[in-house]
Each structure stands twice: as C-alpha cells, then as structure tokens.
C-alpha cells in the first residue's frame, strides 16, 4: 500500500513520453496554438520506510518540462507548457501504460518556432536535490518538431454561395444569396468577428441585424451585407429595423466548418438620405490545428462580395 503521510520522498523513477506510437516524438504546427501532449511518469520512495510514496496533486504539479540540453532551463517563450488542454486538434493522444507505483501528469506543448526541440522533465525533491530525465538511471527525452504554419489567404480558402430566396412585402421586394468561407488545408473550426458599431435603419446593437456589415447604393435599391458569427445554425431577420414584420428569414451556418454570410439585395419603397454607410469588419479563421487567417469583407457598388486578405 502506497503512503502519503510522510513529507520525504525520493523519485525512484522518472519517464517522459509522448502520445504516439513511438513514445518518444510528435509533430506540431509552430503557431501558438495548437498542442500535443507530453506524459511525465514518476515513483517516488519513502526513504525512511523504504515503502513507495503518493505525490500529492501539489507535487505532481511541481514537475517541469526543460530542454533536455540544459535541464535547468524550463521550457518559456517559444515553447510553453500548461496542463489545460485548449479547444484545438492535436495529433497522439495515447496515454503510457504505468506501473502499479507510478503517478502521470500530462503536459499540453505549444510552440511558435519551427524547430526541433528535444525534452525532458525534472522535479525537485524535498531534500532540495533536483532530478531530471537527463542523468545516469533516468536518461529519457521526448523530441517534438515544430512545422512551418499554414497561413491561409485567399490563395487556400474556398468561396461557395447559393441561392437562398426571393420574396416580396407591401414595402420592398428583395433576393438573397449566402456565402460560404471554409479553409481547404484543414477543416475550419473557429472564427473571430469584428464588426464596427454604427446605428442605422438597418442596424441597432440590440436587433438580431446586428452583423450588418454595409449598405450601398444611394436610391431605393439596397445591398445589404452581413457577416454572421461563427457557430450553429440559425434564423436570422434581415432587412430595415422599422419594418421586421415584414422581413425575410434567412437561414444560416447550416453548413458545418464554414463562416457564412448573407448578401441581400432590397428594392425599398423608402429611401432616407444619407442612409448609405460602410462599417469596419475583419475576421480571422482558424482551422482545426490553430493554423489562421485574417481577412475582411467587401460589397462593391454592383452587389458583388470580395474577400480580401489582412495582415496582422
């Protein structure tokens, strides 16, 4: 039976490992997102009873991750460790088989340096002495490979609309088409929206037209562009604020890993002066393994959408 009662402990023995076939290397992609798994193995004694030892959550969470070359270097900066697992794919998630007397903790690795980086642990025990996977008794070292990151422009994203309505009211008449950004290397799993705030007829922060990116045209034809959050599928109101009884619905994110947006073209018996307006946007994409993206949206004159690429 393991104790825990005693505050001495010496470390008997002390593994790293990684989550694939091999134990001993992964992949990544160096943008500072995604991340792989890095096990850390440890027994440890009680020396005075000479019976294995329980770390406590406190100690096991006292294990570092250092470069295998220098072991009194911890791993900061372009390489950074946590043991929270963040919303990205990673690559091996294989857990190490353990002895009976050992304890594990799990590292989630992020880097933004391609590079090869070689890894080992180390912990302090509480006699002060500090041991590490790169010593006689406990030489183990994981090496992990940090890939050149996919930046995706419009070079490597694909545009689709589709056709999603015609309708008519008492006061307007309108078309609507949506489109559809997904990324071609991976699949897209989370996008980031900006959208400058400005009122308007057609816009108001507490409506459900609140991605109304632009409208354009200054006679009773309008095009509206909107550019919807990221997420699940939904019904969206489009159309002037003063008259959503009679507005289309439109339905929208009802294809999976694409940002959608909403272009509408509107024949509007009213015409305010001064109603014509350009608000910022941008958006950055994200595919499954944090590879990214920033680009913003345009609606030209003649009803057409473009896509243009950011820098950061």
Not at 253 to 273: A, G, H, Q
């Amino acid at each position: 039976m393991m104790s825990s009662s005693s505050t001495e402990w010496e470390v008997s023995s002390l593994t790293v490992n990684t989550g694939t076939a091999d134990g001993a290397t992964d992949a990544l992609y160096a943008n500072g997102r995604m991340q792989v798994p890095v096990y850390v193995s440890i027994s440890a004694i009680d020396p005075d009873k000479n019976v294995p030892y329980s770390l406590t959550e406190a100690e096991l969470e006292s294990i570092k991750l250092v470069d295998y070359y220098s072991t009194s270097t911890e791993l900061s900066g372009d390489w950074v460790y946590s043991t929270l697992e963040n919303g990205f794919a990673h690559s091996g998630t294989t857990s190490p088989s353990l002895r009976s007397t050992s304890q594990s903790i799990k590292f989630w690795v992020s880097t933004s340096k391609v590079e090869k980086k070689n890894i080992a642990a180390s912990v302090k025990q509480p006699d002060g002495k500090i041991v590490t996977t790169h010593e006689s008794g406990f030489d183990y070292h994981v090496t992990l490979v940090g890939n050149p990151p996919i930046n995706y422009t419009t070079d490597n994203i694909t545009i689709q609309d589709t056709k999603s309505g015609d309708g008519s009211s008492a006061s307007y008449s309108w078309s609507l088409l949506n489109y559809y950004i997904s990324t071609n290397d991976h699949d897209l799993i989370k996008a980031d929206l900006f959208i400058e705030q400005a009122e308007s007829l057609f816009y108001n922060s507490e409506n459900m037209v609140a991605n109304l990116y632009t409208a354009s045209k200054p006679s009773s034809v309008y095009n509206l562009l909107y550019v919807w959050e990221y997420g699940d599928q939904a019904t969206k109101l489009l159309g002037p604020l003063n008259l959503l009884a009679e507005t289309p619905a439109v339905t929208v994110n009802d294809k999976k890993n694409n940002l959608c947006l909403t272009m509408m073209n509107l024949t509007y018996t009213y015409v305010r002066e001064n109603e014509v307006f350009i608000r910022g946007n941008h958006f950055t994409l994200y595919d499954i393994y944090g590879n990214s993206g920033k680009f913003k949206a345009e609606l030209t004159n003649e009803g057409e959408v473009v896509i243009h690429n950011m820098q950061d």
